[in-house]
């Protein structure tokens, strides 16, 4: 436990490739949960590093939570999901907060800092996919905007457990209206 206060102040700042150890550690803990990501286990650092130099190369959001020391406590990226200049102004978020510094605000200071960038970026519609029993993620999600798209029924079936998945997305307000 941190005796001095400013231990856990929380920096929010773009993703670096030395903190790809950090992320990849996060993103295993995260995963290794089993309830809140489609990974059950992390990509190793390699790959985590492959995926931030990829980012950074081509102006993909991608955002980390530090603590002073650097230690890596949630991510947040987001990547074209469909190639071609058609789909190029959609994005798919991914985000995840450590077990321990969930409900502080975090996540919201992570959404709010990306999704800024996705607008620079030329990102107006940003999707994603969340398990129906994420409640608090969706709860997080509904009020920056994001709506329900689409339900996938019995999306994934993990130790015998039948789960859905919510597709939601948030377009840009001067993204044109659907007639
Ligand atoms: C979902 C997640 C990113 C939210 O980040 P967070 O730092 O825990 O959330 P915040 O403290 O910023 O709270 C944001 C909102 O979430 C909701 N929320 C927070 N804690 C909650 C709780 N215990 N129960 C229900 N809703 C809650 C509230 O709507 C809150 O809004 P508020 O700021 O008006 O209170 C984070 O909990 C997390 O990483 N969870 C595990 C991984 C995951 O679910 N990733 C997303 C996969 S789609």
């Not at 995260?30 to 190369?57: M, P, Q």
């Not at 102006?59 to 939570?65: C, K, Q």
Request: glycine content about 10%.
């Amino acid at each position: 436990m941190a005796t001095d206060p400013s231990d856990t102040e929380v920096i929010i700042r773009p993703a670096h490739p030395r903190d790809a150890a950090g992320i990849a550690d996060c993103l295993d803990a995260v995963a290794r949960e089993r309830l809140w990501l489609t990974a059950t286990e992390g990509y190793g650092i390699h790959s985590t590093d492959n995926f931030i130099r990829a980012n950074l190369a081509v102006g993909n959001p991608h955002f980390v939570a530090v603590l002073r020391t650097s230690v890596v406590i949630g991510w947040c990226d987001v990547i074209p999901p469909r190639p071609g200049p058609e789909f190029a102004h959609v994005g798919q978020l991914g985000i995840g907060i450590l077990d321990g510094w969930r409900g502080m605000g975090v996540g919201r200071a992570l959404m709010n800092t990306t999704l800024e960038a996705c607008a620079a970026r030329g990102f107006s519609r940003i999707e994603l996919e969340v398990y129906a029993h994420n409640t608090r993620a969706i709860a997080l999600y509904q009020s920056l905007g994001f709506v329900q798209e689409g339900r996938r029924i019995g999306a994934r079936i993990l130790d015998g457990v039948h789960q859905d998945m919510i597709l939601m997305a948030r377009r840009s307000p001067d993204a044109p209206a659907i007639p």
